[in-house]
């Protein structure tokens, strides 16, 4: 019998686990989706993993041929992604649960998903953006700390997390340094509804990524990830390779000069964005020297290639035998 473990987020979606499958680009995928919600968390994937919009619909088809339980979607919003449009409609037509908004502004997305009864939760890594977010009517926040893959917040989840609790009146996902029963249990004492665990199931049987990515996060330690801007122009967090020792972390200083000019920074953010996609997607689908792996910090907690399902089941087991133990500890050193 599968355990429960009540939130806010939990009861929203309802569903077992306060457990999302995060959207990893170029990783997620039908098979990811769908395990990690039939084994009581919720699935996610980025709707960009899928082109062209073709490809994209037939995959929300799939999703929703293959499980009857919620999923989600991660849209991109800023104006560098010109099919957002297309890809929140054909979402909302295939019955997605949950939208995750990142890099800009939701509101378009919120409005439209309210219509259908899907929510809506935006990444954020400060409480600034979190009102903003809230003010648009989002259901809730992914707090986006310090130890996160791809583009990782600059603040402690300790402080983060309680942050946001604090100021906000919407529930708050934890994201960052999320990788078993003990850092869920710790996310959840801070007042976090759920967690947003991306690199461990990078290093899943179902991940649809060359088998040396799952490996290297299994292999590297949180010393071994390093926040680069070369990817998308803004700090995203990537395992240390050769390739990047070589290409180094920062951008071209000319090419910085350009991203912050508000006359040039409109053509230029869209090309390094293309130039960043189309490196990873090579990295990530087949060997090559040019090795830029996304992960977090929490690298350091992998240590196999498991199924979705084991991997869920895993955490769960852990965190309520972590708060087994603490509450018979009584409070007492």
């Not at 919620?70 to 939208?99: C, E, H, W």
């Given at each position: 019998m599968q355990r429960t473990y009540k939130t806010e987020f939990t009861e929203m979606f309802d569903i077992k686990l306060p457990i999302i499958g995060a959207p990893m680009f170029l990783v997620s995928n039908v098979a990811m989706v769908k395990a990690i919600t039939e084994a009581g968390g919720i699935g996610t994937f980025p709707a960009l993993n899928f082109r062209p919009l073709g490809n994209y619909q037939a995959t929300l088809k799939q999703i929703r041929e293959q499980t009857n339980g919620p999923y989600g979607v991660n849209i991109i919003v800023n104006k560098s992604n010109t099919r957002q449009g297309d890809d929140l409609r054909m979402a909302l037509d295939n019955g997605a649960s949950l939208f995750i908004t990142s890099l800009g502004?939701?509101?378009d997305v919120i409005r439209e998903a309210h219509k259908n009864g899907a929510k809506?939760?935006?990444?954020?890594?400060?409480?600034?953006h979190a009102l903003k977010v809230q003010d648009l009517g989002a259901d809730g926040v992914i707090a986006v700390?310090?130890?996160a893959g791809g583009h990782a917040g600059p603040i402690s989840p300790f402080v983060l997390i309680p942050w946001?609790?604090?100021?906000?009146?919407?529930?708050?996902?934890?994201?960052?340094?999320?990788?078993?029963?003990?850092?869920?249990?710790?996310?959840?004492?801070?007042?976090?509804?759920a967690a947003s665990i991306g690199t461990?199931?990078?290093?899943?049987?179902?991940?649809?990524?060359?088998?040396?990515?799952k490996q290297a996060v299994v292999d590297s330690s949180p010393e071994d990830i390093v926040m680069t801007t070369r990817v998308s122009g803004t700090p995203a967090a990537v395992?240390?390779?050769?390739?990047?020792k070589k290409m180094g972390t920062d951008l071209p200083y000319v090419i910085k000069v350009l991203k912050s000019n508000p006359i040039t920074k409109k053509y230029v953010v869209p090309l390094i964005h293309l130039a960043g996609m189309k490196a990873l997607q090579n990295a990530a689908e087949k060997p090559t020297w040019k090795t830029v792996w996304s992960a977090g910090q929490s690298v350091g907690l992998v240590h196999e290639i498991s199924s979705c399902e084991k991997i869920v089941n895993d955490i769960a087991d852990e965190l309520f035998a972590t708060l087994s133990k603490m509450n018979s500890a009584g409070g007492q050193a």
């Amino acid at each position: 019998m599968q355990r429960t473990y009540k939130t806010e987020f939990t009861e929203m979606f309802d569903i077992k686990l306060p457990i999302i499958g995060a959207p990893m680009f170029l990783v997620s995928n039908v098979a990811m989706v769908k395990a990690i919600t039939e084994a009581g968390g919720i699935g996610t994937f980025p709707a960009l993993n899928f082109r062209p919009l073709g490809n994209y619909q037939a995959t929300l088809k799939q999703i929703r041929e293959q499980t009857n339980g919620p999923y989600g979607v991660n849209i991109i919003v800023n104006k560098s992604n010109t099919r957002q449009g297309d890809d929140l409609r054909m979402a909302l037509d295939n019955g997605a649960s949950l939208f995750i908004t990142s890099l800009g502004n939701p509101k378009d997305v919120i409005r439209e998903a309210h219509k259908n009864g899907a929510k809506v939760f935006c990444d954020v890594t400060n409480v600034k953006h979190a009102l903003k977010v809230q003010d648009l009517g989002a259901d809730g926040v992914i707090a986006v700390a310090s130890g996160a893959g791809g583009h990782a917040g600059p603040i402690s989840p300790f402080v983060l997390i309680p942050w946001l609790k604090k100021e906000l009146d919407i529930p708050v996902v934890a994201a960052g340094g999320i990788a078993n029963g003990v850092t869920l249990a710790s996310c959840l004492a801070l007042g976090a509804s759920a967690a947003s665990i991306g690199t461990r199931f990078i290093a899943s049987e179902e991940a649809g990524v060359d088998q040396a990515y799952k490996q290297a996060v299994v292999d590297s330690s949180p010393e071994d990830i390093v926040m680069t801007t070369r990817v998308s122009g803004t700090p995203a967090a990537v395992i240390n390779t050769e390739y990047v020792k070589k290409m180094g972390t920062d951008l071209p200083y000319v090419i910085k000069v350009l991203k912050s000019n508000p006359i040039t920074k409109k053509y230029v953010v869209p090309l390094i964005h293309l130039a960043g996609m189309k490196a990873l997607q090579n990295a990530a689908e087949k060997p090559t020297w040019k090795t830029v792996w996304s992960a977090g910090q929490s690298v350091g907690l992998v240590h196999e290639i498991s199924s979705c399902e084991k991997i869920v089941n895993d955490i769960a087991d852990e965190l309520f035998a972590t708060l087994s133990k603490m509450n018979s500890a009584g409070g007492q050193a």
